[in-house]
């Protein structure tokens, strides 16, 4: 492994990338986890993230960011044109370094619900990193509960092509993942969004309704679109192989 600036070794060689003392970069995550690290953008320096970009890319490893800020943004986009191979999902949400993720999944497919149009950004998060994965997505928006004979024509669609676990995105009262948990042979994943205003809202109603419903259901925190994706895609993940050890010492 190369190493950079006053970087240290792993103890397991080749399983760590060290970017100087900015970053370890957890390479055995894929084989270990069955998902790739994702770059958190906010709290970064620009600086920074570009040299974690910079070095991921030089290692011929690929990479996803999430939640890049204006400024973060505008940096991969002026280093996509010179330097790096760079591109933007879901409206900016998400930047994807090109380059193997490391990590392999079988075919399948996961269901995207939302409850109302504004739910729809963090949704494309999901459907972003999903979909790079190479996992399968279904997706309807804005059949929240406000209109229950929306949803049921919306279920018999994504039902068809039997989707193996469901997120459902909700704001406000965050009512929906519990009625789809009632409906679907599936997991359902809720995921509330800072949809909603007053007493309860940024998303904080939707996420204690979420937490008592009567239906079977799993509960990720606000906004957290990227988390949820990444238990999705979990399902799917194809075991891989324990590296070697290196062994010490010469033959004789």
């Known amino acids: 492994m190369t190493r950079t600036g006053n970087s240290m070794g792993s103890r397991r060689p080749g399983r ?29 320096q620009v600086g920074h993230l570009l040299q974690i970009l910079r070095r991921l890319h030089a290692a011929g490893t690929g990479a996803l960011v999430s939640r890049p800020t204006a400024t973060q943004q505008r940096a991969m986009a002026s280093a996509a044109r010179s330097s790096l191979p760079l591109r933007s999902l879901a409206a900016g949400r998400v930047w994807r370094l090109e380059g193997p993720l490391g990590a392999q999944y079988r075919p399948g497919k996961v269901a995207v619900v939302t409850a109302g149009t504004s739910d729809i950004p963090l949704a494309d998060e999901a459907v972003a990193i999903l979909t790079e994965l190479g996992v399968g997505v279904g997706v309807v928006h804005d059949v929240g509960v406000a209109g229950l004979h929306r949803l049921l024509t919306a279920l018999r669609k994504l039902e068809r092509h039997r989707p193996e676990l469901y997120l459902v995105f909700a704001g406000r009262e965050g009512a929906l993942p ?3 948990a ?14 909603g205003y007053g007493r309860g809202g940024r998303g904080e109603a939707a996420l204690n ?3 008592q419903s009567c239906a079977p259901l799993a509960v990720v925190n606000i906004d957290a679109a ?8 979990q399902r799917f993940a194809v075991p891989l192989p324990r590296p070697r050890a290196r062994r010490s010492g010469s033959r004789r």
């Open 209 to 211: 309704a979420m937490l």
């Open 182 to 195: 009632g409906l679907v042979h599936a997991p359902v994943v809720g995921v509330p969004t800072s949809v």
């Open 16 to 44: 760590t990338l060290t970017v100087g003392r900015l970053a370890r970069i957890d390479r055995d995550r894929p084989r270990r986890v069955g998902v790739p690290e994702v770059i958190l953008g906010e709290g970064k």
């Open 178 to 180: 519990t009625v789809v």
């Open 226 to 233: 990227v988390p949820a994706a990444l238990f999705a895609a």
